[in-house]
């Protein structure tokens, strides 16, 4: 039986993801037809992003078989409820923290789309009962237990991105198909390395970052010791737009091992992101999930999420009252691009100030206000109104929950005795064709670039 793979989202962009594998069906041996999606993310970033969230989908969900998601990601999830509200029926799969946070983030963006939508007068495309339909679909499944759907065999493997990352595997007929979703960069606090795949004929691989290599890991530490040291010597705020999902974590993880050990002076440190406090709710259920390293920390009584100096502000009141506190002071809020959420309420405040300090930790899309800032721009308009930037602005490329072209390269290598074809991913046109062109220069794989629409057959 042929199969076909399309790219729906995620192709020359970071965003988006969306990719339908179908299979069949074959009259002769009367095996029916497949049709199995990998993630349904949300475009972000660019001005049209919009737009293309609201198109219909360039396929019939009411066809398609099951869901599979690799992690939970807004830009992995965020249409999942409206391929729900256009006739999606079938079931949804990913692990148990994943489906946790996909609950939690798909209810905290209904919340920004209908602020959004409301200042434009247009509807959401998605409502909190296609939210609750999609939940009901959505079912568990644990690393490296086999799932059979019709003739595919399905089974998820530890990504190493964030708690609960997968890389879906799929095997149909003779051929074996991995997506990566997102994969990690260990070493990494609390997180086990990705699972090494064998035997691969179809690689479906992210390339964020792949034209770009990291900061080691101990010089992301230092950063962030210094970051925090400069701004209490300057009596300054340490701003830190953080994504609600890992990012934070990754930091409060790093933050407390700076405190418990007196590395840097006391000062209030402020989590003022809801969202993020919820999903560090669920990683406390979830501590089977951590390396080895996490587990003993927190059996010797550790609480790696709470130390002293840290303040949860959950109510808008309490977020507010962190303008009460003079500085220095250190306040870590969403959204990690700065495209909404309560940091850019800080940002408007402390932006112009030359004592204050933005420190950037994660991917900046194209077109995002963090984008901006990281390029150097001297003014940004927050709420409309123009805000001079005179705070330092940092970046830490280290810090990315996302493997470098390195880490990239050395996974394709690993894997490529059998492989057939690469598709490469989720990243910028630049950092995917360069990364393609160097799987083809130093592994003579053949390696494309899918663009949005493209369809090919794995023969």
Not at 220 to 235: C, F, G, P, S, T
Not at 318 to 346: D, F, L, Q
Not at 411 to 431: C, H, T, W
């Amino acid at each position: 039986m042929p199969i076909k793979l399309s790219f729906y989202g995620g192709a020359q962009e970071v965003t988006g993801a969306n990719y339908l594998l179908e299979c069949g069906p074959d009259a002769r041996s009367g095996r029916p037809a497949i049709k199995l999606l990998v993630d349904c993310g949300l475009f972000q970033g660019a001005k049209t992003a919009e737009d293309e969230n609201r198109r219909p989908f360039p396929y019939n969900p009411s066809e398609i078989d099951a869901l599979f998601v690799t992690h939970a990601h807004l830009d992995h999830i965020g249409r999942i409820p409206k391929l729900v509200r256009d006739g999606f029926s079938g079931k949804i799969f990913s692990t148990g923290p994943t489906r946790d946070f996909a609950e939690l983030s798909l209810i905290d963006s209904l919340g920004i789309l209908t602020k959004e939508a409301r200042r434009e007068n247009k509807e959401t495309f998605y409502s909190k009962e296609d939210v609750e339909k999609a939940m009901s679909l959505w079912e568990v499944l644990e690393y490296d237990e086999m799932f059979s759907l019709k003739d595919a065999e399905i089974t998820l493997r530890d990504a190493g991105h964030i708690l609960g990352s997968a890389m879906v595997e799929m095997k149909v007929e003779d051929k074996k198909i991995l997506f990566t979703g997102d994969l990690g960069n260990p070493p990494v606090p609390l997180l086990k390395r990705p699972y090494e795949p064998k035997d691969i004929d179809y690689l479906i691989i992210e390339s964020a970052y792949g034209d770009k290599e990291h900061e080691p890991e101990e010089s992301r530490k230092i950063k962030i010791e210094r970051a925090i040291e400069k701004a209490i010597l300057n009596k300054g705020v340490l701003m830190v737009p953080a994504f609600s999902l890992e990012r934070t974590q990754q930091l409060l993880y790093e933050i407390n091992d700076l405190v418990e050990n007196n590395h840097i002076p006391a000062v209030p440190i402020f989590l003022d992101s809801p969202l993020a406090i919820k999903m560090t709710d669920v990683y406390k259920k979830y501590e089977s999930f951590y390396n080895k390293k996490a587990k003993f920390i927190i059996s010797s009584g550790d609480d790696v999420f709470n130390f002293p100096g840290l303040k949860m502000t959950l109510t808008t009141e309490e977020s507010k009252a962190i303008n009460e506190v003079p500085p220095p002071k250190v306040v870590i809020a969403g959204a990690g691009m700065s495209t909404g959420g309560r940091i850019i309420h800080h940002e408007k405040r402390y932006l112009p100030d030359k004592n204050s300090i933005l420190l950037i930790i994660g991917y900046q899309a194209a077109g995002s206000l963090g984008r901006q800032l990281v390029e150097g721009v001297r003014e940004v308009k927050i709420f409309g109104e123009e805000v001079p930037v005179n705070a330092e602005v940092v970046s830490i490329r280290g810090y990315s929950a996302h493997a470098d072209t390195n880490g990239l390269f050395d996974f394709v290598d690993e894997i490529s005795e059998k492989l057939k074809k690469v598709f490469v991913v989720q990243g910028e046109a630049r950092a995917s064709l360069f990364f393609s062109q160097r799987v083809r220069d130093y592994l003579a794989k053949e390696a494309v670039v899918p663009k949005l629409g493209d369809t090919f057959e794995l023969v």
